[in-house]
């Protein structure tokens, strides 16, 4: 499931995003202290927002023991996505771009010392 998202958004292909989404999916991403949470809601917005940032890498990890990912631009953490799969529908998605967050999520998922 999570990995046919992945490659979804590796393409950008819409269709399979849209496919392994949940209807009524959430997306919510936290950006830090001067910029207020982002929520989108519905299948098609969400899957208009999840294409991998130009020149990002996708590495699967787990995050607060679920499944995630730790994306990567340029060999340096640019998110943290967590999902929460209901049935074989990916219900939520919870994305960290808060920079200090970020790189301690990804310190802690690669088992490196801060």
Do not use: C, W
């Not at 830090?32 to 890498?57: D, F, I, L, N």
């Not at 499944?67 to 939520?92: C, E, H, M, N, W």
């Amino acid at each position: 499931m999570v990995y046919a998202f992945y490659a979804a958004a590796r393409t950008a292909d819409l269709d399979a995003l849209i496919q392994v989404l949940a209807p009524d999916v959430v997306q919510r991403t936290e950006f830090g202290a001067t910029r207020p949470p982002s929520v989108v809601r519905g299948a098609a917005a969400v899957a208009e927002q999840a294409r991998a940032p130009h020149g990002g890498e996708l590495r699967s990890v787990l995050v607060n023991g679920t499944v995630g990912a730790l994306v990567t631009r340029d060999g340096q953490p640019y998110s943290v996505i967590a999902f929460t799969v209901t049935g074989d529908k990916i219900a939520r998605i919870d994305v960290i771009r808060n920079a200090d967050r970020v790189r301690i999520l990804a310190s802690s998922v690669l088992g490196q010392a801060e």
